[in-house]
T-cell receptor, first 110, second 114 residues
Framework: GNSVTQMEGPVTLSEEAFLTINCTYTATGYPSLFWYVQYPGEGLQLLLKATKADDKGSNKGFEATYRKETTSFHLEKGSVQVSDSAVYFCALSSASKIIFGSGTRLSIRP | DAGVTQSPTHLIKTRGQQVTLRCSPKSGHDTVSWYQQALGQGPQFIFQYYEEEERQRGNFPDRFSGHQFPNYSSELNVNALLLGDSALYLC?????????????FGPGTRLTVT
């Protein structure tokens, strides 16, 4: 069945460091891909999305490119801030429901 | 534009009891999905409602049931609560006519079963 595998955390970086969180997926067809973020004590917020191969989603300095050949959707940011500390979930659409990865906790040191 | 709202925020129940959680979708949305997020894990799909009917269901027992009302709001009911039902329950809304199946999530209801 369809599934998402993402980099296990926690990930701890210093402010202004480069961030990569790896995500790969298994799916039939051509799902849409998403990154959701969950700040402490809050619900899920859509961070970015891509709906077809080679699309690049971007928001708040974060980017991810839909790579069909490697079935990947890695999240990147050039310079992280303390306010980026949260749990990040990679996800895909499957028959109108969302399938999530297990999440990666990111902590940024000042 | 109101987003997805859920009530209550927190709830404490005893094993064997029944609970009802409520969700109002984002304005203009017609589809409501429910997810269970156990501590430290990603959300797991419970079921989805559209046009007041259950459209699809995840791998959850019949103790989990739901309802959608004509105004698109929804309820999640859980009977015979188990300790393992303790989790954050998330409601998400969407439009059935969308290519990306993008869903907008509410803040969740934290259920604790003792």
């Amino acid at each position: 069945g369809n599934s998402v595998t993402q980099m296990e955390g926690p990930v701890t970086l210093s402010e202004e460091a480069f961030l990569t969180i790896n995500c790969t997926y298994t799916a039939t067809g051509y799902p849409s891909l998403f990154w959701y973020v969950q700040y402490p004590g809050e619900g899920l917020q859509l961070l970015l999305k891509a709906t077809k191969a080679d699309d690049k989603g971007s928001n708040k300095g974060f980017e991810a490119t839909y790579r069909k050949e490697t079935t990947s959707f890695h999240l990147e940011k050039g310079s992280v801030q303390v306010s980026d500390s949260a749990v990040y979930f990679c996800a895909l659409s499957s028959a109108s429901k969302i399938i999530f990865g297990s999440g990666t906790r990111l902590s940024i040191r000042p | 534009d109101a987003g997805v709202t859920q009530s209550p925020t927190h709830l404490i129940k005893t094993r064997g009891q029944q609970v009802t959680l409520r969700c109002s979708p984002k304005s203009g949305h017609d589809t409501v999905s429910w997810y269970q997020q156990a501590l430290g894990q990603g959300p797991q799909f419970i079921f989805q409602y559209y046009e007041e009917e259950e459209r699809q269901r995840g791998n959850f027992p019949d103790r989990f049931s739901g309802h959608q009302f004509p105004n698109y709001s929804s309820e999640l009911n859980v009977n015979a609560l188990l300790l393992g039902d303790s989790a954050l329950y998330l409601c998400a809304s969407s439009l059935v006519q969308t290519d990306s199946y993008e869903q907008y999530f509410g803040p969740g209801t934290r259920l604790t079963v003792t």
